[in-house]
């Protein structure tokens, strides 16, 4: 059974950056879509980027186009997810997911069966 261990996060200044990842246990990803969402109080979960295991497939919200970077990490088995230029806004529980779609880039919350156990992002001014 895939288990996703999520790592990273914290707080961070206006302006700052922050790395978080996600790295399979259980089993791997082989022909998995790994995705990235968030979460803040008072609102919808939220994508934020994905990247197909393949590598040949990633998409981004609009929010994180240009300051995300989604990136696969086949030694450690493992999808990371590199924040830059982090705003307020930005502040949420981020959480990583996976689904078995073989090549399909997914981004709902609906069509990820895997979740990760959250970590919190907080952007202070």
């Known amino acids: 059974q895939l288990q996703l261990v999520q790592s990273g996060g914290g707080l961070v200044q206006a302006g700052g950056s922050l790395r978080l990842s996600c790295r399979a246990s259980?089993?791997?990803?082989?022909?998995?879509?790994v995705g990235w969402f968030r979460q803040a109080p008072g609102k919808e979960r939220e994508f934020v980027a994905a990247?197909?295991?393949?590598?040949?497939?990633?998409d981004y919200s609009d929010s994180g186009k240009g300051r995300f970077t989604i990136s696969g990490d086949a030694p450690n088995n493992s999808v990371h997810l590199q924040m830059h230029n982090l705003q307020p806004e930005d502040t949420a529980v981020y959480y990583c997911?996976?689904?078995?779609?073989?090549?399909?880039?997914?981004?709902?919350?609906?069509?990820?069966?895997?979740w990760g156990q959250g970590t919190q992002v907080t952007v202070s001014t």
């Open positions: 990247i197909t295991w393949s590598g040949n497939l990633i």
């Open positions: 259980g089993s791997t990803f082989s022909r998995h879509c």
């Open positions: 997911a996976a689904a078995n779609t073989g090549a399909r880039l997914v981004r709902t919350v609906a069509q990820y069966p895997y």
